[in-house]
Each structure stands twice: as structure tokens, then as C-alpha cells.
């Protein structure tokens, strides 16, 4: 242990949080002193719903699970996520988090997620 004095001492969770309320977005999860998770906080708000190429079946090499065509030819089908997320904790103590959301930005060939990054320090 170094001498250096520890002011706030935190247990984090990072997440992806979506349903029919909100669009893919991040968030995370503080662990209480009492050891009990505290309130989810949204740190990267999505704007629109899921489009990349994973959920089209003829754009992936293994289809993904997909609802029966409906009469006009049109088919839902779930798209994967949450393969890009990290954590670490610099010098200074601070934790960094970065995961997929959907963002902004204009929607490109391949997919319209994007990254966002939060940062947290033992004072937050």
C-alpha cells in the first residue's frame, strides 16, 4: 500500500442500459458503503434505436435470431451488443468507462453506435 491517502473508495459497474422507454445507452451503478448498489446513472443518452449490421440476416455470416416474416416480407431480428466496453483507473484515481450507445452521429455502411466515454473520480 502506498502512503498516499485514499479519500473515497468506490465500487462501479458500467452497463448498457435500453428498452421501450429509452434508446441504447450507457450508464453505471455505484456500489453503497453499506454494499448495496446505488441509482442507475445515465452518462451517455442514446437518441435512436439499434441499426447495424449484425440484426440484417444476409449481412452476417451466422444469422441472428430473428421473429417470423411478417406477411409484407419484413422481419425482425436481434442484433448483437455490448461487445465493445472497458474500464480502468488512472494515476490519479479516476475511472474511466467507455461503452457502445447510439449517439448523434449519421449512420454509416456498417452500423450507428458510437462510443462514450465517462470519467469518474473518487469525488463524484
Not at 479519500?7 to 422507454?21: D, I, Q, V
Not at 445515465?42 to 439499434?50: K, L
Not at 448483437?80 to 449517439?103: K, P, Q
Request: proline letters at 9%.
Amino acid at each position: 500500500m502506498s502512503s498516499s491517502r485514499i479519500s473515497k473508495l468506490f465500487l462501479c459497474f458500467g452497463l448498457t442500459l435500453a428498452g421501450n422507454a429509452y434508446f441504447p445507452s450507457t450508464g453505471y451503478v455505484l456500489l453503497n458503503g453499506n454494499g448495496r448498489p446505488g441509482a442507475i446513472h445515465f452518462a451517455g443518452m442514446g437518441v435512436n434505436s439499434e441499426d447495424g449490421f449484425t440484426g440484417y440476416p444476409h449481412a452476417v455470416s451466422t444469422p441472428p435470431p430473428c421473429a417470423p416474416p411478417a406477411p409484407d416480407g419484413s422481419q425482425l431480428c436481434s442484433a448483437r451488443w455490448g461487445d465493445y466496453s472497458a474500464a480502468t483507473v488512472d494515476g490519479d484515481g479516476n475511472l474511466w468507462m467507455a461503452a457502445e450507445y447510439i449517439g448523434p452521429r449519421p449512420r454509416t455502411v456498417n452500423a450507428n453506435f458510437g462510443t462514450f466515454v465517462t470519467k469518474l473520480s473518487g469525488d463524484d
